[in-house]
Protein backbone atom coordinates (compact mmCIF):
# COMPACT_ATOMS: atom_id res chain seq x y z
CA UNK A 1 0.00 0.00 0.00
CA UNK A 2 1.15 3.88 -0.72
CA UNK A 3 2.53 5.61 2.18
CA UNK A 4 -0.24 8.01 1.92
CA UNK A 5 -3.27 5.25 1.84
CA UNK A 6 -2.20 3.80 5.16
CA UNK A 7 -4.04 4.54 8.04
CA UNK A 8 -3.61 6.95 11.17
CA UNK A 9 -2.78 5.47 14.57
CA UNK A 10 -4.85 7.94 17.39
CA UNK A 11 -3.68 6.63 20.96
CA UNK A 12 -4.78 7.40 24.28
CA UNK A 13 -4.76 5.75 27.45
CA UNK A 14 -8.38 5.22 27.92
CA UNK A 15 -12.11 7.21 26.82
CA UNK A 16 -10.28 10.99 26.48
CA UNK A 17 -8.73 10.83 23.31
CA UNK A 18 -12.37 9.84 21.36
CA UNK A 19 -12.80 14.06 21.73
CA UNK A 20 -9.46 13.79 19.61
CA UNK A 21 -10.81 11.25 17.66
CA UNK A 22 -14.52 13.00 16.73
CA UNK A 23 -12.20 16.22 16.04
CA UNK A 24 -9.68 14.38 13.69
CA UNK A 25 -12.62 12.31 11.99
CA UNK A 26 -14.82 15.56 10.79
CA UNK A 27 -11.87 17.41 9.94
CA UNK A 28 -10.24 14.42 7.82
CA UNK A 29 -12.96 12.89 6.23
CA UNK A 30 -11.10 10.67 3.99
CA UNK A 31 -8.49 9.19 6.22
CA UNK A 32 -8.61 5.72 8.10
CA UNK A 33 -8.24 6.11 11.37
CA UNK A 34 -6.95 3.19 14.25
CA UNK A 35 -7.75 4.07 17.61
CA UNK A 36 -5.87 2.19 20.86
CA UNK A 37 -6.93 3.27 24.14
CA UNK A 38 -4.56 1.87 26.45
CA UNK A 39 -7.29 0.87 29.36
CA UNK A 40 -5.40 -1.88 30.88
CA UNK A 41 -3.16 0.94 32.00
CA UNK A 42 -4.99 4.02 32.43
CA UNK A 43 -4.87 6.00 34.00
CA UNK A 44 -1.43 7.61 32.38
CA UNK A 45 -1.92 11.04 34.46
CA UNK A 46 -0.27 9.66 37.56
CA UNK A 47 2.32 7.75 36.56
CA UNK A 48 6.29 8.56 36.42
CA UNK A 49 8.01 9.54 32.83
CA UNK A 50 10.03 6.20 32.47
CA UNK A 51 6.98 4.62 32.92
CA UNK A 52 4.58 6.31 30.29
CA UNK A 53 7.36 6.24 27.72
CA UNK A 54 7.89 2.39 28.22
CA UNK A 55 3.75 2.59 27.46
CA UNK A 56 4.06 4.81 24.71
CA UNK A 57 6.60 2.89 22.36
CA UNK A 58 5.18 -0.74 23.44
CA UNK A 59 1.40 1.20 21.81
CA UNK A 60 2.99 3.11 19.24
CA UNK A 61 5.08 -0.29 18.09
CA UNK A 62 2.06 -2.29 18.48
CA UNK A 63 0.42 -0.10 15.76
CA UNK A 64 3.25 -0.02 13.49
CA UNK A 65 3.36 -3.90 13.18
CA UNK A 66 -0.26 -4.92 12.88
CA UNK A 67 -1.66 -1.67 11.24
CA UNK A 68 1.71 -0.21 9.41
CA UNK A 69 0.05 3.38 10.24
CA UNK A 70 1.65 6.68 8.60
CA UNK A 71 1.53 8.49 11.72
CA UNK A 72 0.53 8.67 14.79
CA UNK A 73 -1.69 11.47 17.00
CA UNK A 74 -0.76 10.93 20.63
CA UNK A 75 -4.16 11.95 22.04
CA UNK A 76 -3.28 12.05 25.50
CA UNK A 77 -1.77 15.15 27.25
CA UNK A 78 0.46 13.24 29.69
CA UNK A 79 2.09 11.04 26.58
CA UNK A 80 2.59 14.62 24.70
CA UNK A 81 5.11 15.72 27.74
CA UNK A 82 7.39 12.76 27.20
CA UNK A 83 6.88 13.16 22.87
CA UNK A 84 10.48 14.07 22.49
CA UNK A 85 11.66 10.78 24.47
CA UNK A 86 9.64 8.47 22.33
CA UNK A 87 11.64 6.93 19.11
CA UNK A 88 9.32 6.78 16.35
CA UNK A 89 10.02 5.83 12.33
CA UNK A 90 6.23 7.95 11.64
CA UNK A 91 5.66 11.43 12.64
CA UNK A 92 3.93 11.71 16.05
CA UNK A 93 1.53 14.61 17.20
CA UNK A 94 1.07 14.97 20.64
CA UNK A 95 -1.40 17.97 21.73
CA UNK A 96 0.53 20.02 24.08
CA UNK A 97 2.46 22.07 21.41
CA UNK A 98 -0.62 22.66 19.41
CA UNK A 99 -2.54 23.93 22.45
CA UNK A 100 0.05 26.14 23.69
CA UNK A 101 0.39 27.57 20.32
CA UNK A 102 -3.46 28.28 19.87
CA UNK A 103 -3.44 29.45 23.28
CA UNK A 104 -1.09 32.16 23.15
CA UNK A 105 -2.54 33.12 19.27
CA UNK A 106 -5.88 33.84 21.75
CA UNK A 107 -4.60 35.58 23.99
CA UNK A 108 -3.16 37.59 22.08
CA UNK A 109 -6.31 38.25 19.71
CA UNK A 110 -8.16 39.13 23.12
CA UNK A 111 -5.35 41.03 24.50
CA UNK A 112 -5.65 39.23 27.69
CA UNK A 113 -2.52 38.40 29.93
CA UNK A 114 -2.75 35.24 32.00
CA UNK A 115 -3.56 32.03 30.84
CA UNK A 116 -4.79 29.43 32.66
CA UNK A 117 -4.64 25.00 32.49
CA UNK A 118 -6.32 22.30 33.71
CA UNK A 119 -4.81 19.07 33.52
CA UNK A 120 -3.59 15.80 35.38
CA UNK A 121 -1.02 15.64 37.43
CA UNK A 122 1.50 14.52 35.53
CA UNK A 123 0.73 16.91 32.68
CA UNK A 124 1.08 20.06 35.00
CA UNK A 125 4.81 18.41 37.12
CA UNK A 126 5.67 18.22 33.46
CA UNK A 127 5.69 21.92 32.65
CA UNK A 128 5.02 21.17 29.34
CA UNK A 129 2.49 23.46 28.30
CA UNK A 130 4.25 26.49 30.17
CA UNK A 131 7.44 26.05 28.91
CA UNK A 132 6.15 25.57 25.23
CA UNK A 133 3.82 28.83 26.16
CA UNK A 134 7.02 31.09 27.18
CA UNK A 135 8.69 29.78 23.89
CA UNK A 136 6.38 31.61 22.10
CA UNK A 137 5.87 34.67 24.30
CA UNK A 138 7.92 34.87 28.11
CA UNK A 139 6.02 37.87 29.10
CA UNK A 140 2.52 35.88 29.27
CA UNK A 141 1.59 34.47 32.90
CA UNK A 142 0.73 31.16 33.38
CA UNK A 143 -1.31 29.19 36.26
CA UNK A 144 -1.48 25.67 36.16
CA UNK A 145 -4.15 23.26 37.99
CA UNK A 146 -4.11 19.56 38.43
CA UNK A 147 -7.40 18.24 38.02
CA UNK A 148 -8.16 14.66 38.83
CA UNK A 149 -11.45 14.46 40.01
CA UNK A 150 -12.95 16.29 36.73
CA UNK A 151 -11.36 13.15 34.66
CA UNK A 152 -12.94 11.13 37.24
CA UNK A 153 -16.18 12.90 36.49
CA UNK A 154 -15.83 12.61 32.69
CA UNK A 155 -14.78 8.75 33.13
CA UNK A 156 -18.07 8.45 35.51
CA UNK A 157 -20.76 10.15 33.24
CA UNK A 158 -18.90 12.04 30.15
CA UNK A 159 -20.49 16.04 30.73
CA UNK A 160 -23.69 15.30 32.45
CA UNK A 161 -22.07 14.39 35.86
CA UNK A 162 -24.32 16.27 38.63
CA UNK A 163 -21.07 17.54 40.51
CA UNK A 164 -19.37 18.82 37.44
CA UNK A 165 -20.79 22.62 38.33
CA UNK A 166 -19.52 22.36 42.29
CA UNK A 167 -15.96 20.94 40.38
CA UNK A 168 -15.87 23.78 37.74
CA UNK A 169 -16.38 25.98 40.91
CA UNK A 170 -13.77 23.66 42.80
CA UNK A 171 -11.16 24.53 40.30
CA UNK A 172 -11.96 27.90 38.87
CA UNK A 173 -11.22 28.78 42.60
CA UNK A 174 -8.00 27.33 42.54
CA UNK A 175 -6.68 30.16 39.78
CA UNK A 176 -4.65 33.54 42.35
CA UNK A 177 -5.71 35.94 39.95
CA UNK A 178 -8.32 35.89 36.83
CA UNK A 179 -7.45 34.13 33.87
CA UNK A 180 -8.51 35.25 30.28
CA UNK A 181 -7.92 31.92 28.57
CA UNK A 182 -8.29 28.70 29.97
CA UNK A 183 -6.31 25.61 27.89
CA UNK A 184 -8.10 22.15 28.36
CA UNK A 185 -5.01 20.74 28.90
CA UNK A 186 -6.64 16.82 29.63
CA UNK A 187 -8.14 15.20 26.33
CA UNK A 188 -11.46 14.14 28.70
CA UNK A 189 -12.18 17.74 29.07
CA UNK A 190 -13.45 18.89 25.76
CA UNK A 191 -16.21 16.80 26.81
CA UNK A 192 -17.22 19.33 29.08
CA UNK A 193 -16.96 22.43 27.08
CA UNK A 194 -20.14 22.99 26.45
CA UNK A 195 -21.68 23.74 30.02
CA UNK A 196 -18.28 25.04 31.28
CA UNK A 197 -18.39 27.96 28.43
CA UNK A 198 -21.47 28.55 29.34
CA UNK A 199 -20.68 29.35 32.76
CA UNK A 200 -17.50 31.04 32.16
CA UNK A 201 -18.41 32.79 28.82
CA UNK A 202 -15.66 35.54 29.70
CA UNK A 203 -13.22 33.35 29.64
CA UNK A 204 -12.12 31.76 25.86
CA UNK A 205 -11.49 27.66 26.19
CA UNK A 206 -8.96 26.40 23.94
CA UNK A 207 -9.81 22.55 23.28
CA UNK A 208 -6.33 20.83 22.16
CA UNK A 209 -8.54 18.38 19.95
CA UNK A 210 -8.86 21.33 17.11
CA UNK A 211 -5.20 22.10 17.64
CA UNK A 212 -3.82 19.09 17.20
CA UNK A 213 -5.92 18.32 14.24
CA UNK A 214 -5.31 21.43 12.34
CA UNK A 215 -1.68 20.34 13.32
CA UNK A 216 -2.24 16.77 11.31
CA UNK A 217 -3.73 18.64 8.47
CA UNK A 218 -0.72 21.02 7.76
CA UNK A 219 2.19 18.67 8.40
CA UNK A 220 -0.32 15.81 6.03
CA UNK A 221 -0.40 18.24 3.43
CA UNK A 222 3.33 19.18 3.22
CA UNK A 223 4.50 15.63 3.31
CA UNK A 224 2.03 15.01 0.78
CA UNK A 225 0.09 12.41 2.60
CA UNK A 226 -3.34 12.99 2.27
CA UNK A 227 -4.82 9.67 1.39
CA UNK A 228 -5.74 9.28 -1.96
CA UNK A 229 -8.41 6.59 -1.46
CA UNK A 230 -11.63 7.15 -2.72
CA UNK A 231 -13.24 5.13 0.04
CA UNK A 232 -15.67 6.43 2.89
CA UNK A 233 -13.24 7.05 6.46
CA UNK A 234 -13.38 3.99 8.40
CA UNK A 235 -12.54 3.60 11.65
CA UNK A 236 -11.29 0.74 14.36
CA UNK A 237 -11.24 1.03 17.53
CA UNK A 238 -8.41 -1.54 19.89
CA UNK A 239 -8.90 -1.34 23.92
CA UNK A 240 -6.12 -3.38 25.94
CA UNK A 241 -8.81 -3.96 28.82
CA UNK A 242 -12.81 -4.51 28.82
CA UNK A 243 -14.06 -1.10 30.12
CA UNK A 244 -17.40 -0.26 31.32
CA UNK A 245 -19.20 2.77 30.00
CA UNK A 246 -16.51 2.60 26.71
CA UNK A 247 -19.00 1.21 24.07
CA UNK A 248 -22.09 3.20 25.44
CA UNK A 249 -19.43 6.44 25.57
CA UNK A 250 -19.19 5.53 21.88
CA UNK A 251 -22.33 5.71 21.17
CA UNK A 252 -22.72 9.20 23.00
CA UNK A 253 -20.45 10.70 21.12
CA UNK A 254 -20.43 9.49 17.49
CA UNK A 255 -24.03 9.10 17.84
CA UNK A 256 -23.15 5.57 16.55
CA UNK A 257 -21.87 2.22 17.36
CA UNK A 258 -17.76 1.70 16.41
CA UNK A 259 -16.12 -1.86 16.21
CA UNK A 260 -14.26 -2.49 19.56
CA UNK A 261 -11.63 -4.80 19.49
CA UNK A 262 -9.97 -6.19 22.69
CA UNK A 263 -6.18 -6.53 21.96
CA UNK A 264 -2.93 -7.72 23.91
CA UNK A 265 -0.01 -5.72 23.82
CA UNK B 1 13.43 -17.85 60.57
CA UNK B 2 10.37 -19.15 62.30
CA UNK B 3 7.30 -19.31 60.42
CA UNK B 4 5.55 -17.31 63.15
CA UNK B 5 8.06 -14.70 62.96
CA UNK B 6 8.15 -13.74 59.68
CA UNK B 7 6.65 -10.34 58.06
CA UNK B 8 2.38 -9.87 57.10
CA UNK B 9 2.35 -8.65 53.59
CA UNK B 10 -0.63 -6.39 52.82
CA UNK B 11 -0.85 -5.48 49.11
CA UNK B 12 -3.48 -2.86 47.58
CA UNK B 13 -3.16 -0.95 44.23
CA UNK B 14 -2.14 2.37 46.12
CA UNK B 15 -2.68 4.50 49.02
CA UNK B 16 -6.19 3.21 50.21
CA UNK B 17 -4.75 0.25 51.74
CA UNK B 18 -2.92 2.22 54.02
CA UNK B 19 -6.35 3.16 56.07
CA UNK B 20 -6.14 -1.12 56.71
CA UNK B 21 -2.08 -1.02 57.32
CA UNK B 22 -3.13 1.35 60.16
CA UNK B 23 -5.63 -0.35 61.72
CA UNK B 24 -3.50 -3.64 61.52
CA UNK B 25 -0.75 -1.79 63.50
CA UNK B 26 -3.00 -0.82 66.10
CA UNK B 27 -4.51 -4.45 66.57
CA UNK B 28 -0.56 -6.44 65.92
CA UNK B 29 1.50 -4.09 67.54
CA UNK B 30 4.29 -6.76 67.66
CA UNK B 31 4.02 -7.61 64.20
CA UNK B 32 6.26 -6.72 60.86
CA UNK B 33 4.05 -5.52 58.04
CA UNK B 34 5.12 -5.44 54.26
CA UNK B 35 2.80 -3.19 52.46
CA UNK B 36 3.03 -3.18 48.87
CA UNK B 37 1.23 -0.43 47.10
CA UNK B 38 1.01 -1.34 42.89
CA UNK B 39 1.11 2.34 42.25
CA UNK B 40 2.06 1.55 38.47
CA UNK B 41 -1.04 -0.37 37.33
CA UNK B 42 -3.77 1.52 39.38
CA UNK B 43 -6.41 1.98 39.59
CA UNK B 44 -7.68 -1.94 39.70
CA UNK B 45 -11.19 -0.68 40.52
CA UNK B 46 -11.83 -0.17 36.66
CA UNK B 47 -9.77 -3.50 35.43
CA UNK B 48 -11.27 -6.86 34.52
CA UNK B 49 -10.93 -10.00 36.75
CA UNK B 50 -8.64 -11.51 34.53
CA UNK B 51 -6.21 -8.88 34.30
CA UNK B 52 -7.02 -8.13 38.84
CA UNK B 53 -6.34 -12.17 39.31
CA UNK B 54 -2.61 -11.93 37.21
CA UNK B 55 -1.73 -8.61 39.18
CA UNK B 56 -2.80 -10.27 42.33
CA UNK B 57 -0.54 -13.23 41.78
CA UNK B 58 2.58 -11.20 40.34
CA UNK B 59 2.00 -9.35 43.43
CA UNK B 60 2.21 -12.21 46.02
CA UNK B 61 4.90 -13.76 44.41
CA UNK B 62 7.11 -10.94 44.79
CA UNK B 63 6.47 -10.54 48.05
CA UNK B 64 6.61 -14.45 48.98
CA UNK B 65 9.91 -14.59 46.96
CA UNK B 66 11.20 -11.25 48.32
CA UNK B 67 10.19 -10.86 52.13
CA UNK B 68 9.01 -14.25 52.73
CA UNK B 69 5.67 -13.46 54.47
CA UNK B 70 3.61 -15.54 56.22
CA UNK B 71 0.29 -14.24 55.39
CA UNK B 72 -1.30 -12.06 52.83
CA UNK B 73 -3.68 -9.03 53.72
CA UNK B 74 -5.27 -7.93 50.39
CA UNK B 75 -6.28 -4.58 51.07
CA UNK B 76 -8.43 -3.68 47.87
CA UNK B 77 -11.73 -4.89 47.37
CA UNK B 78 -11.61 -5.27 43.71
CA UNK B 79 -9.18 -8.37 44.36
CA UNK B 80 -10.39 -9.41 47.70
CA UNK B 81 -13.79 -10.41 44.95
CA UNK B 82 -11.51 -12.86 42.88
CA UNK B 83 -9.41 -14.03 45.91
CA UNK B 84 -10.92 -17.08 45.40
CA UNK B 85 -8.98 -17.66 42.10
CA UNK B 86 -5.67 -16.47 43.31
CA UNK B 87 -3.27 -19.59 44.06
CA UNK B 88 -1.38 -19.16 47.30
CA UNK B 89 0.60 -21.26 49.76
CA UNK B 90 -0.20 -18.72 52.66
CA UNK B 91 -3.59 -17.68 53.92
CA UNK B 92 -5.02 -15.03 51.89
CA UNK B 93 -7.14 -12.37 53.89
CA UNK B 94 -9.37 -10.61 52.26
CA UNK B 95 -11.58 -7.27 53.20
CA UNK B 96 -14.84 -8.52 51.72
CA UNK B 97 -16.04 -11.57 53.66
CA UNK B 98 -15.23 -9.65 56.86
CA UNK B 99 -16.91 -6.92 55.87
CA UNK B 100 -20.10 -8.73 54.86
CA UNK B 101 -20.43 -10.52 58.10
CA UNK B 102 -20.13 -7.42 60.04
CA UNK B 103 -22.70 -5.57 58.44
CA UNK B 104 -24.52 -8.53 59.38
CA UNK B 105 -24.35 -8.28 62.67
CA UNK B 106 -24.64 -5.14 62.87
CA UNK B 107 -28.30 -4.15 61.09
CA UNK B 108 -29.54 -7.05 63.02
CA UNK B 109 -28.39 -5.14 66.32
CA UNK B 110 -29.79 -2.22 65.12
CA UNK B 111 -32.74 -4.46 63.98
CA UNK B 112 -32.72 -3.12 60.49
CA UNK B 113 -33.49 -3.75 57.31
CA UNK B 114 -31.34 -2.69 54.29
CA UNK B 115 -27.40 -2.52 53.80
CA UNK B 116 -26.23 -0.39 51.37
CA UNK B 117 -22.72 -0.14 49.67
CA UNK B 118 -20.20 1.94 48.12
CA UNK B 119 -17.54 0.45 46.10
CA UNK B 120 -15.75 0.75 42.82
CA UNK B 121 -17.76 -0.42 39.77
CA UNK B 122 -15.11 -4.02 39.74
CA UNK B 123 -16.36 -4.45 43.08
CA UNK B 124 -20.13 -3.74 42.39
CA UNK B 125 -20.41 -5.54 38.96
CA UNK B 126 -18.61 -9.08 41.24
CA UNK B 127 -21.63 -9.05 43.55
CA UNK B 128 -19.03 -10.19 46.12
CA UNK B 129 -20.35 -8.10 48.84
CA UNK B 130 -24.29 -9.22 47.74
CA UNK B 131 -23.41 -12.84 47.52
CA UNK B 132 -21.85 -13.27 51.08
CA UNK B 133 -24.48 -11.46 52.95
CA UNK B 134 -27.55 -13.28 51.25
CA UNK B 135 -24.85 -16.57 52.23
CA UNK B 136 -25.55 -15.14 55.87
CA UNK B 137 -29.29 -13.95 55.64
CA UNK B 138 -31.27 -14.19 52.02
CA UNK B 139 -33.77 -11.76 53.59
CA UNK B 140 -31.66 -9.01 53.67
CA UNK B 141 -32.11 -6.42 50.97
CA UNK B 142 -28.70 -4.91 49.79
CA UNK B 143 -28.20 -2.08 46.87
CA UNK B 144 -24.68 -1.35 46.03
CA UNK B 145 -23.49 2.22 44.29
CA UNK B 146 -20.68 2.49 42.27
CA UNK B 147 -18.61 5.80 43.28
CA UNK B 148 -15.69 6.14 41.14
CA UNK B 149 -15.42 10.34 41.79
CA UNK B 150 -15.22 9.13 45.68
CA UNK B 151 -11.94 7.69 45.13
CA UNK B 152 -10.71 9.96 43.31
CA UNK B 153 -11.58 12.88 45.57
CA UNK B 154 -9.51 10.77 48.67
CA UNK B 155 -6.91 10.18 46.29
CA UNK B 156 -6.68 13.90 45.51
CA UNK B 157 -6.51 14.99 49.41
CA UNK B 158 -7.75 12.11 51.83
CA UNK B 159 -10.62 13.68 53.40
CA UNK B 160 -10.38 17.15 52.87
CA UNK B 161 -11.49 17.71 49.97
CA UNK B 162 -14.30 20.75 49.44
CA UNK B 163 -16.47 18.28 47.32
CA UNK B 164 -16.88 15.72 49.25
CA UNK B 165 -20.23 16.90 51.35
CA UNK B 166 -21.30 16.97 47.74
CA UNK B 167 -20.59 13.79 46.85
CA UNK B 168 -21.85 12.26 49.64
CA UNK B 169 -24.87 13.80 48.66
CA UNK B 170 -24.44 12.46 45.48
CA UNK B 171 -23.94 8.95 46.13
CA UNK B 172 -26.57 8.80 49.17
CA UNK B 173 -29.47 10.34 46.80
CA UNK B 174 -28.76 6.81 44.30
CA UNK B 175 -29.67 5.11 46.91
CA UNK B 176 -33.85 3.97 45.73
CA UNK B 177 -34.87 3.21 49.41
CA UNK B 178 -33.47 4.27 52.88
CA UNK B 179 -30.41 2.15 53.91
CA UNK B 180 -29.76 1.37 57.80
CA UNK B 181 -26.30 0.26 57.26
CA UNK B 182 -23.62 1.30 54.59
CA UNK B 183 -20.42 -1.03 53.98
CA UNK B 184 -17.34 1.53 53.39
CA UNK B 185 -16.59 -1.41 50.33
CA UNK B 186 -13.56 0.43 48.87
CA UNK B 187 -9.99 0.88 50.94
CA UNK B 188 -10.28 4.29 50.37
CA UNK B 189 -13.16 5.07 51.84
CA UNK B 190 -12.22 4.48 55.63
CA UNK B 191 -10.70 8.05 55.31
CA UNK B 192 -13.75 10.28 55.15
CA UNK B 193 -15.49 8.21 58.34
CA UNK B 194 -15.54 10.43 60.21
CA UNK B 195 -17.02 13.77 58.17
CA UNK B 196 -19.40 10.87 56.92
CA UNK B 197 -20.77 9.82 59.93
CA UNK B 198 -21.25 13.16 61.18
CA UNK B 199 -23.51 13.75 58.08
CA UNK B 200 -25.69 10.58 58.57
CA UNK B 201 -25.24 9.61 62.20
CA UNK B 202 -28.65 7.12 61.88
CA UNK B 203 -26.90 5.42 59.35
CA UNK B 204 -24.41 2.71 60.59
CA UNK B 205 -20.96 2.33 58.61
CA UNK B 206 -18.52 -0.20 58.18
CA UNK B 207 -15.04 -0.11 58.10
CA UNK B 208 -14.00 -3.00 56.56
CA UNK B 209 -10.08 -2.54 57.93
CA UNK B 210 -11.55 -3.14 61.06
CA UNK B 211 -13.19 -6.20 59.81
CA UNK B 212 -10.20 -7.98 58.23
CA UNK B 213 -8.20 -6.81 61.14
CA UNK B 214 -10.42 -8.81 63.38
CA UNK B 215 -10.26 -12.04 60.72
CA UNK B 216 -6.58 -11.74 60.91
CA UNK B 217 -6.54 -11.84 64.82
CA UNK B 218 -8.75 -14.99 65.03
CA UNK B 219 -6.84 -16.90 61.97
CA UNK B 220 -3.11 -16.17 63.61
CA UNK B 221 -3.89 -17.45 67.00
CA UNK B 222 -6.06 -20.52 65.46
CA UNK B 223 -2.86 -21.58 63.73
CA UNK B 224 -0.74 -20.21 66.70
CA UNK B 225 1.51 -17.60 64.27
CA UNK B 226 1.61 -14.51 66.39
CA UNK B 227 4.40 -13.04 66.29
CA UNK B 228 6.57 -14.06 69.16
CA UNK B 229 9.67 -11.79 68.45
CA UNK B 230 9.86 -8.77 71.24
CA UNK B 231 11.38 -6.01 68.63
CA UNK B 232 9.03 -3.41 68.66
CA UNK B 233 6.58 -3.51 64.96
CA UNK B 234 8.32 -2.56 62.37
CA UNK B 235 6.72 -1.49 59.02
CA UNK B 236 7.64 -1.10 55.26
CA UNK B 237 6.38 0.16 52.22
CA UNK B 238 7.05 -0.80 48.58
CA UNK B 239 5.34 1.02 45.69
CA UNK B 240 5.48 0.21 41.99
CA UNK B 241 5.77 3.66 40.59
CA UNK B 242 6.43 6.93 42.26
CA UNK B 243 3.26 8.63 43.39
CA UNK B 244 2.58 12.20 43.92
CA UNK B 245 1.05 12.66 47.29
CA UNK B 246 1.92 8.65 48.87
CA UNK B 247 4.85 10.12 50.81
CA UNK B 248 2.71 13.28 52.27
CA UNK B 249 -0.70 10.74 52.96
CA UNK B 250 1.75 8.44 54.84
CA UNK B 251 2.99 11.62 57.04
CA UNK B 252 -0.99 12.44 57.81
CA UNK B 253 -1.87 8.75 58.50
CA UNK B 254 0.37 7.92 60.40
CA UNK B 255 1.64 11.21 62.08
CA UNK B 256 5.27 9.91 61.28
CA UNK B 257 7.75 8.80 58.03
CA UNK B 258 7.97 5.48 56.87
CA UNK B 259 10.64 3.94 54.88
CA UNK B 260 9.13 3.93 50.70
CA UNK B 261 10.97 2.00 48.34
CA UNK B 262 10.52 1.60 44.82
CA UNK B 263 10.48 -1.64 43.09
CA UNK B 264 9.54 -2.74 39.84
CA UNK B 265 7.52 -6.31 39.43
Not at 113 to 142: C, F, H, M
Not at 180 to 196: A, Q, S, Y
Not at 251 to 264: A, G, L, S
Request: net charge neutral; glycine share 4%.
Amino acid sequence: MNTENKPIGVFDSGVGGLSVLRQLQIDHPQETFIYLGDTARLPYGTKSQTTIISYAERNLNYLLTNYNIKALVVACNSVSTVLEYVKSPVPLFGVIKPGAFAAVECLKNIGGKRIGLWATQATVLSKAYENEIKKLDPSIDVEMISCPTLVALVEESLNTHKLLPHAFDYYLEKFKEKIDVLILGCTHFPFFKEPLSKKIPEIQLIDSSISVSKSLSGKLELKNLNSRLNEKSLTKILITDEAKNFKSFIFQIFNKDIEVEKVEI
